[in-house]
Nanobody, 121 residues
């Protein structure tokens, strides 16, 4: 499966963005799909993930970010509200056929190219 992210950009603190992760190839609905981010000089960190069985969020985004999917469009979204400067990073979507809703990036088999999110103060 191939993944393409879009929707990143520059936004002021407190603003919102919606990232999209469009999949081509096999149907997306059977995969767990996660969002990760990586800021310069920092390790890649888990943001959110979903599967038909449920969702999982990192503590630092709970109540601000929402992950969802549209199976008809083979797309997963990350709605980001109340953005903070510390949310600035490259955001990546990833997919895995593995079980559960994993937060470990090493579990994921397929990755997109990333989209940059910059939040100004």
């Amino acid at each position: 499966v191939q993944l393409v992210e879009s929707g990143g950009g520059l936004v002021q603190a407190g603003g919102s963005l919606r990232l999209s992760c469009a999949a081509s190839g096999r149907p997306f609905s059977t995969y767990a799909v996660g969002w990760f981010r990586q800021a310069p000089g920092k390790e890649r960190e888990f943001v959110a993930a979903l599967r038909w069985s449920g969702t999982r969020y990192a503590d630092f985004v709970k109540g601000r970010f929402t992950i969802s999917r549209d199976n008809a469009k083979n797309t997963v979204y990350l709605q980001m509200n109340s953005l903070k400067p510390e949310d600035t990073a490259a955001y990546y979507c990833a997919a895995t056929m593995g079980i559960g809703v994993p937060s470990n990036h090493e579990t994921y088999d397929y990755w997109g190219q990333g989209t940059q999110v910059t939040v100004s103060s």
